[in-house]
T-cell receptor
Framework: KNQVEQSPQSLIILEGKNCTLQ??????????LRWYKQDTGRGPVSLTI?????NTKSNGRYTATLDADTKQSSLHITASQLSDSASYIC???????????FGGGTRLMVKP | GAVVSQHPSRVICKSGTSVKIECRSL??????MFWYRQFPKQSLMLMAT?????????EQGVEKDKFLINHASLTLSTLTVTSAHPEDSSFYIC???????????FGPGTRLLVL
């Protein structure tokens, strides 16, 4: 069964600090992995997309890594800001059709 | 990226009434649209997949007669929650894809509260 597990479930950090969110998946065959940011009461917004051959991809203060061998991904947020408070969702797409497997998300709260 | 809109953004209705939610792709033709439901502090759960001009495919456990989906054009899909009950209160999110295998672009969501 395709699964995506995220950790931690929730995280509180101080403004300006860095943090790393984890995503482990069992989706096979694998097509790509996206990290989304979802603000409360809003739809998900894509931060990064990574394919099998990509190890690291950055988008501003967000850096995603992918280890396709161990089926793990991480999202590193540098110099956190209050506006980073949101849920971060790891979504894996398999090669079979367009079905997406969603992780449970990590709820990040950045405090001043 | 592509823009997907939803209307209304939030709706409150009485139990037993029906509510229609619209999902529009504003700058591309979406042959496939997806409807998700999200309960508080949970991730998105796929309800159904609809292809333009054909019947929607519902996920296991989702009542097709309760959640009516229409995808009559390449830019519009609607979800109608019929005879809504308080347990239908949730955040409904649509996504649109240019084809069944292309990237899904998510709408901003619709918050439904059934009293």
């Amino acid at each position: 069964k395709n699964q995506v597990e995220q950790s931690p479930q929730s995280l509180i950090i101080l403004e300006g600090k860095n943090c790393t969110l984890q995503c482990n998946y069992t989706v096979s065959p694998f097509s790509n992995l996206r990290w989304y940011k979802q603000d409360t009461g809003r739809g998900p917004v894509s931060l990064t997309i990574m394919t099998f051959s990509e190890n690291t991809k950055s988008n501003g203060r967000y850096t995603a890594t992918l280890d396709a061998d161990t089926k793990q991904s991480s999202l590193h947020i540098t110099a956190s800001q209050l506006s980073d408070s949101a849920s971060y969702i790891c979504v894996v797409r398999g090669n079979a059709g367009n079905m997406l497997t969603f992780g449970g998300g990590t709820r990040l709260m950045v405090k001043p | 990226g592509a823009v997907v809109s939803q209307h209304p953004s939030r709706v409150i209705c009485k139990s037993g009434t029906s509510v229609k939610i619209e999902c529009r792709s504003l700058d591309f033709q979406a042959t496939t649209m997806f409807w998700y439901r999200q309960f508080p502090k949970q991730s998105l759960m796929l309800m159904a997949t609809s292809n333009e001009g054909s019947k929607a495919t519902y996920e296991q456990g989702v009542e097709k007669d309760k959640f009516l989906i229409n995808h009559a054009s390449l830019t519009l899909s609607t979800l109608t929650v019929t005879s809504a009950h308080p347990e239908d209160s949730s955040f409904y999110i649509c996504s649109a894809s240019a084809s069944g295998l292309e990237t899904q672009y998510f709408g901003p969501g619709t918050r439904l509260l059934v009293l």
